[in-house]
């Protein structure tokens, strides 16, 4: 009887490897879809992979532990800059513009110029355009500056012109330092009143 159960054993563990080692055969539709199952999970990895070579050595920010400040900077509209040829559309019954380029080293003494001329208790309106701006570039001509014009398309100016504009027409342009000095003067009440 012990021989029984040990070849008993022995045949089930004979059937048991059989099974085994028995191939598995697959249908074509399976193979298939196998084979779709790999390519999909290869490029999954190569996207996987370029996304993140591109924000290791591309944009650097994989690694970079730094935060970033995504600030929204709020916009705002500067109501006394105005272009060229726009100039003469101001609300304004009367007022000048003052032309000069902003990248300019005497920008900052126009600019002051300006300011204290606003500083006079009666004073027009001063509207700026920057020869800087590529929409006031073609009127930028040093050589040849114009002082008599039919219209604002016959217009040149120089590094520095002030514009006195009444009733949407040119009253006076001036182009010289001087002048442009004596018109935009700050007049102090207290001098004045001596």
């Known amino acids: 009887m012990a021989k029984e159960n040990k070849e008993k054993k ?5 059937v048991k490897k059989e099974k085994i080692k028995q191939e598995k055969y697959r249908t ?12 999909l999970v290869i490029v999954i990895v190569l996207i996987v992979g ?3 070579a591109t924000r290791i050595f591309v944009t650097k920010d994989l690694l970079n532990n730094e935060e970033t400040d995504n600030e929204v900077v709020e916009g705002s509209i500067n109501y006394n800059v105005t272009l ?17 380029d902003t990248e300019n080293l005497r ?21 700026h355009a920057n020869l800087s701006n590529e929409l006031n570039a073609k009127f930028y001509d040093p050589e040849n500056i114009t002082t008599q014009i039919d219209s ?11 514009i ?13 330092e001087e002048s442009i000095t004596t018109a935009l003067a700050y007049i102090n009440e207290e001098d004045t009143e001596n």
């Open 164 to 176: 006195r504009v009444r009733n949407g027409a040119l009253q006076e342009i001036l182009t010289d």
């Open 28 to 39: 074509e539709e399976q193979t298939e879809i196998i084979r779709f199952i790999w390519i």
């Open 152 to 162: 604002i398309a016959d217009l040149k100016v120089g590094d520095i012109t002030l």
């Open 107 to 127: 920008s900052v003494y126009y600019s002051s110029l300006v300011n204290n001329y606003i500083r006079n208790e009666e004073h027009l309106k001063v509207y």
């Open 10 to 14: 022995l045949k089930e563990k004979k």
């Open 84 to 100: 060229i040829g726009a100039m003469l559309n101001k609300p304004e019954e009367e007022y000048y513009v003052i032309i000069y």
């Open 50 to 52: 370029v996304y993140f």
